[in-house]
């Protein structure tokens, strides 16, 4: 399978902990999103990456997360100290770094925070 | 700016066709549609590019109306497949951060 793979594909957390998701890009692919979907709505960028470069972060985006792709290839998502508002689904998606930019989206990474 | 998708939901019969329509009140570079089905990552269907034509594959395609900065996907001949809901993500510079509508739920029945 060459797709967009996610890990893990459901995480529970107590609210106050810390979790990391990662994410496997598509192989030849360079950048690298991060989104935040919610029931009932659509997909809500958070950030993404060109190569290792994190070119853009969402004003929406508190300063507990923060992601990271320090080879140019996986990525990881972390979020610290979470709270119950931040349960969601986590989706990743990859494209080449060229336009139009064709996302292609992984499984996503269900967050549960009690 | 979330772009406004209408309808938010609509129900046909297996062969019935639909428009699903996507606008911004900003100025567009470009819109892309995906369809989700439920627990399941959005699917990506086509991209529409400022200045470009009308896509489209199979029975499923789209329009891009520059002037009315307006998306049109057109579902002809529905098949049970198609069920799912139906998103825009809209893009006003060549970036690639997609800002997202809210979606359009599609049930298509035998």
């Known amino acids: 399978d060459t797709g967009v793979s996610q890990d893990p594909r459901h995480k529970i957390t107590k609210r106050g902990q810390n979790v990391t998701f990662r994410c496997d890009p598509i192989?030849?692919?360079?950048?690298l999103y991060w989104y935040r979907q919610t029931l009932g709505q659509g997909p809500e960028f958070l950030t993404y990456?060109?190569?290792?470069?994190?070119?853009?972060k969402s004003r929406l985006l508190s300063d507990r997360f923060s992601a990271e792709r320090p080879k140019g290839s996986f990525s990881t998502l972390e979020i610290q100290r979470t709270e119950q508002g931040d349960s969601a689904m986590y989706l990743c998606?990859?494209?080449?770094?060229?336009?139009?930019?064709?996302?292609?989206f992984g499984p996503g990474t269900r967050l549960t925070v009690t | 700016q979330q772009p406004v998708q209408s309808p938010q939901a609509v129900i046909l019969r297996e062969g019935e066709d639909a428009v699903i329509n996507c606008s911004s009140s900003?100025?567009?570079?470009?819109v892309h549609w995906y369809r989700q089905k439920h627990g399941e990552a959005p699917v990506f269907l086509m991209i529409?590019?400022?200045?470009?034509e009308q896509k489209g594959h199979d029975k499923i395609s789209a329009s891009f109306n520059e002037k009315k900065q307006q998306s049109s996907l057109y579902l002809t001949a529905s098949q049970l497949s198609y069920s799912g809901t139906y998103f825009c993500?809209?893009?006003?510079?060549?970036?690639?951060?997609?800002?997202f509508g809210k979606g359009t739920k599609l049930s298509v029945k035998p």
């Open positions: 529409l590019l400022k200045g470009g």
């Open positions: 998606a990859s494209s080449y770094a060229e336009g139009p930019y064709e996302q292609y």
């Open positions: 192989s030849e692919h360079n950048r």
């Open positions: 990456f060109q190569n290792e470069a994190q070119l853009e």
């Open positions: 993500g809209t893009e006003r510079g060549s970036q690639g951060n997609l800002i």
């Open positions: 900003k100025a567009l570079y470009s």
